[in-house]
């Protein structure tokens, strides 16, 4: 019997040779673009993950509720996680998010 699944993650194509001062540009402009602001700014899970970068992205500071990204830059990996548990406005607004982030990359790279 498997475990379930407490979050989703939803991954944003990347092309190779980002850097993380471009990609903390992108995810600044794309968290501004669906009127989110950057609550947090750390790693996530050194050892699995070392020298990744995380976010955590709120609507309101008084709000409940948060999404998840993390880049690393090791295999060019950019994803948001959202937990099944978050309020309904994380639900709605994760998928705008990663849309924003797509969009912020294409602009950046070209493509």
Request: hydrophobic share 35%; net charge positive; aromatic share 10%.
């Amino acid at each position: 019997m498997s475990k379930e699944k407490k979050s989703t993650d939803m991954y944003v194509d990347l092309p190779d040779g980002l850097t993380r001062d471009q990609m903390m540009g992108v995810v600044e402009r794309a968290a501004e673009r669906v009127g989110l602001y950057i609550s947090h700014i750390g790693s996530y899970s050194r050892k699995k993950y070392p020298n990744s970068v995380h976010w955590h992205f709120k609507r309101d500071a008084k709000e409940p509720g948060l999404i998840d990204a993390t880049y690393w830059d090791v295999k060019s990996l950019l994803w948001l996680m959202v937990r099944h548990r978050e309020p309904e406005w994380v639900q709605k607004t994760a998928p705008k998010l990663r849309r924003a982030l797509r969009q912020e990359v294409q602009a950046l790279s070209g493509i």
